[in-house]
């Protein structure tokens, strides 16, 4: 798995790396040419959060990340274990998923002392694709996007639709049950459904509850709990 930097139209090139930054080249504006440009730095994803960390932090992250990319995972543990920051351990959790290292995952969670990552990990190893349970870590670790590329992979576009349902995003959920799980979407009608129920927003739940094959007993029910019907 490779990172991808999103960068401005003025940047014109990367110009070097300097732990913990790349160093891009930035346009201004400028009528010499002298100063029509200036570096600009921006964290490298292994390092967000920790751009000021000391000189010993960066060793121990790029020589965990050198020796997890080779499979020494006895080096790679000796290189981080002395480390305390929560934040570092997080930062190579999400290494480890961009690696497919589910068992040291869970041992940078354990000590972020993050018990619902933890927990996640241990939920996962029930899927039998590598690839859904690492997703599942993912999420944990607020990496949404590599979650969607990994339950892409796997083609376990039911846990994906699960995702988007727990982040609110029902439009993205419908639309990827219409194409992969059409089986599952009268119970995502009625689960929205109840959602508009809750805010006072009737009209919508009548057409969700019509879509869901449940508006014959649900829609009397909701107008009558709500003293809309006589």
């Known amino acids: 798995s490779h990172d991808v930097y999103k960068l401005e139209k003025a940047v014109e090139s990367l110009f070097g790396v300097e732990i913990p930054n790349l160093v891009f080249e930035h346009r201004v504006a400028s009528d010499d040419p002298a100063t029509a440009y200036k570096l600009i730095d921006r964290p490298l994803k292994d390092f967000t959060g920790l751009e000021s960390a000391d000189?010993?932090?960066?060793?121990?992250?790029?020589?965990?990340?050198?020796?997890?990319?080779?499979?020494?995972?006895?080096?790679?543990y000796k290189a981080v274990?002395?480390?305390?920051?929560?934040?570092?351990?997080?930062?190579?959790?999400?290494?480890c998923v961009k690696t497919k290292r589910l068992d040291v995952a869970e041992i940078c969670l354990g000590n972020m002392k993050f018990a619902r990552g933890?927990?996640?990990?241990?939920?996962?190893?029930?899927?039998?694709?590598?690839?859904?349970?690492?997703a599942m870590v993912a999420i944990q670790l607020n990496m949404k996007d590599e979650a969607r590329n990994l339950y892409e992979s796997s083609k376990r576009y039911d846990l994906m639709t699960k995702m988007y349902q727990a982040g609110g995003e029902w439009e993205k959920a419908i639309k990827l049950s219409e194409s992969y799980n059409r089986i599952e979407l009268p119970a995502l009608y009625f689960r929205l459904a109840r959602m508009h129920e809750l805010s006072h927003d009737f009209d919508k739940a009548i057409e969700l509850y019509e879509q869901s094959g449940n508006h014959i007993k649900e829609v009397p029910r909701m107008l009558l709990q709500a003293g809309q019907l006589e």
């Open 55 to 76: 000189e010993n932090v960066r060793r121990a992250i790029v020589d965990f990340g050198f020796y997890l990319s080779i499979g020494n995972l006895d080096e790679a």
């Open 118 to 134: 933890v927990k996640a990990v241990r939920e996962a190893k029930a899927e039998p694709e590598l690839d859904a349970q690492l």
């Open 81 to 95: 274990k002395t480390v305390q920051n929560p934040v570092v351990w997080e930062n190579m959790a999400q290494m």
